[in-house]
């Protein structure tokens, strides 16, 4: 059989361990997972009933276009409907993107090193170059030499704010003050996964920017606070043509009834969304100042994970928490062997990851 010789090295995708796996591996009856940025408060109770309330309409397709989910996006942010396109998880979005705006063997893509892996595997796949500008060493964002890096074959940036995996997060008017200084022919994505969790998201978010120009996007997500990552859904607000575009090219029914219906319910949970919240934020004065109070370098966050040098091997460590039951995420595969990133839990979830890691570190 031969395949496309520029895929031969791609090797999966890491997702964060299962809890079923390491129940099995450490025969343990009790695991907690706090390793892949998910809402620790389950699916909405709304959701859950809409999801039973249409489950018998799992024979027909969806409707092309998602439309009662982007009017409903339109009610709740005031985005005009012509900008709005809803993927598969903005996962999809961000593969669509690549491909409707660049050029096989041909442009390039840049973002920050480390970044969100998805842009880079996804640019490789469709034989996009990728460059990459490292992060400062306090893992801030080093705009000027993202200007120098583009040069006549860039076609896109990506910028994740609040940034996975550190955490660190700018104001918008950062952001448009370097969208300002890119030629116009290049297209800034900013990643907004996570900005429901900041402290004054307002002040983050470039979503009313998208509308003023024709080379910012945003993407958003229902797999955070929303709590539907197995569902898949994201959300885009894109400049009006390559809105239109996104939809002539994604495949019609790639959102299915029951993600959509979810997504479309639990924007109307506003206790949900505001007990989430409230968990996050607490949760995050909590670690921070409990893992600090063991010795850890704890990078400032606005998001719901906390990224920290532990003082002692960052793998021991790692595997030491799971011989106990709780799996939070090693950065190896971001390049960084000496950190950990630990999702933010409930309460109760968040005392038990301190214990344990106290252990770890009492008997090293
Ligand atoms: C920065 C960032 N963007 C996008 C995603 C993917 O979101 P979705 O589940 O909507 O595909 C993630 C998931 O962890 C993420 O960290």
Request: proline share 5%.
């Amino acid at each position: 059989m031969q395949l496309r010789d520029d895929i031969l090295d791609f090797s999966p995708y890491s997702p964060g361990l299962s809890i079923d796996e390491i129940k099995e591996k450490y025969n343990l009856t009790n695991v907690i997972k706090m390793a892949s940025n998910e809402n620790p408060l389950g699916i909405s109770p709304i959701v859950e009933e809409v999801l039973k309330k249409y489950a018998s309409f799992g024979f027909r397709y969806p409707r092309s276009g998602n439309l009662e989910l982007v009017k409903k996006i339109f009610k709740k942010f005031h985005i005009p409907e012509k900008n709005i396109v809803i993927g598969n998880g903005s996962d999809e979005i961000i593969d669509i993107l690549i491909r409707i705006i660049c050029t096989s063997y041909r442009d390039n893509v840049v973002v920050f090193d480390p970044s969100f892996s998805i842009y880079r595997i996804q640019a490789k796949f469709h034989g996009i170059e990728v460059k990459f500008v490292p992060l400062n060493n306090d893992f801030s964002f080093n705009f000027e030499q993202m200007l120098e890096l583009i040069d006549s074959h860039t076609k896109m940036i990506f910028i994740t704010n609040p940034d996975n995996p550190s955490g660190y997060t700018v104001l918008s008017e950062e952001i448009i003050n370097f969208v300002d200084l890119v030629p116009s022919s290049v297209i800034v994505i900013v990643d907004e996964a996570y900005v429901e969790f900041c402290d004054d998201p307002e002040q983050v978010t470039c979503i009313k920017e998208v509308l003023k120009r024709d080379n910012l996007c945003v993407l958003r997500t229902f797999s955070k606070i929303y709590g539907l990552a197995g569902l898949r859904v994201g959300y885009g607000i894109l400049p009006e043509l390559l809105a239109d575009y996104f939809y002539r090219v994604r495949l019609p029914f790639s959102v299915n009834i029951l993600a959509e219906r979810a997504a479309i319910s639990v924007l109307d949970d506003e206790n949900y969304v505001e007990l989430t919240r409230n968990t996050i934020i607490c949760g995050r004065r909590y670690l921070t100042d409990r893992l600090t109070s063991l010795g850890c370098y704890v990078y400032p966050s606005q998001a719901n994970f906390i990224m920290f040098k532990p003082p002692m091997d960052a793998n021991k460590v790692f595997e030491g928490l799971l011989k106990q039951g709780v799996i939070i995420r090693p950065l190896k595969s971001y390049g960084l062997k000496d950190y950990l990133r630990v999702s933010i839990g409930r309460e109760d979830e968040n005392r038990i990851f301190i214990s344990a890691l106290k252990k770890v570190l009492r008997e090293e």
